[in-house]
């Protein structure tokens, strides 16, 4: 089984969108004995809270479960325990390669890396840009890209 931990600033928007969306494909495709997904902050700003009120009415909107989904911060076990660690920014990016093991740093990614046309971009944090469909419509279309990616490699 192939674990991925998707990660932005808070974990209650973009990281959030993005566990909802990979945890409906994991189910509706019949992938649950081979794909695993969380999602974590790099701050502890919002830990403990669910998604915010723009992100639920969304995956409300696309009937996407959010229930059980609480902002927490990324631990030091994340990087043995997930094969995939995905920032949505190069904020996220150099956090997580500050704080992770030298051993773990090939599992640390940049979220729109895995499209050629889109590699090295980043998915604006909707908490400021205030895009919150935007931001959906951004990561709904790369969610089945990293389960192609993830499954293939």
């Not at 989904?69 to 995939?84: L, N, S």
Request: hydrophobic share 35%.
């Amino acid at each position: 089984m192939k674990k991925v931990l998707f990660v932005c600033h808070g974990n209650v928007c973009r990281s959030a969108m993005a566990e909802a969306i990979f945890r409906q494909l994991i189910n509706k495709n019949n992938l649950s004995d081979k794909l695993e997904v969380a999602s974590a902050a790099t701050s502890t700003e919002e830990i403990g809270n669910p998604p915010h009120p723009s992100v639920q009415s969304i995956l409300n909107q696309n009937h996407l479960d959010y229930s059980n989904m609480y902002a927490r911060q990324i631990e030091a076990t994340d990087f043995k325990k997930y094969d995939y660690i995905i920032g949505m920014d190069k904020e996220n990016i150099q956090n997580l390669l500050h704080w992770a093991p030298k051993d773990d740093l090939q599992k640390i990614h940049l979220f729109l890396d895995v499209s050629d046309n889109k590699a090295g971009k980043e998915i604006p944090d909707p908490w400021y840009t205030g895009e919150f469909k935007q931001t959906f419509k951004a990561i709904n279309e790369m969610i089945p890209e990293w389960i192609k990616y993830i499954l293939n490699n």
